[in-house]
């Protein structure tokens, strides 16, 4: 699927961060953080930065049921999965989304 994207291009940092604080001050940097329901994902959330997160369609009840939005993180957007182990409608959603925010990601890279 990743090399379907056609958006902007994409860096992965992670590997240069070592603790905590290191990932929060990367976050910091960001615009948008998406990611999986993971640590980094409460801590963007606790941060206050917009964050995507994708969730398994067993979720956690904490994300509560059919929200995409949490009381916890209000800079949160929540991206389900219709069926469990299936990823390709939630990545199919985000894909929309950035390329409707983001000017320029829904263009082909030449």
Known sequence: MASEWQGPELVDHTALLTDFSETAALIEELDLIIRVDTAAAHLAGALGKPVWILLRFDACWRWLVDSHDSPWYPTARLYRQDRLGDWR??????????????????????
């Open 89 to 110: 409608g939630v990545i199919e959603r985000v894909k929309q989304d950035l390329s409707s925010s983001i000017p320029g990601a829904g263009v082909p890279r030449k």
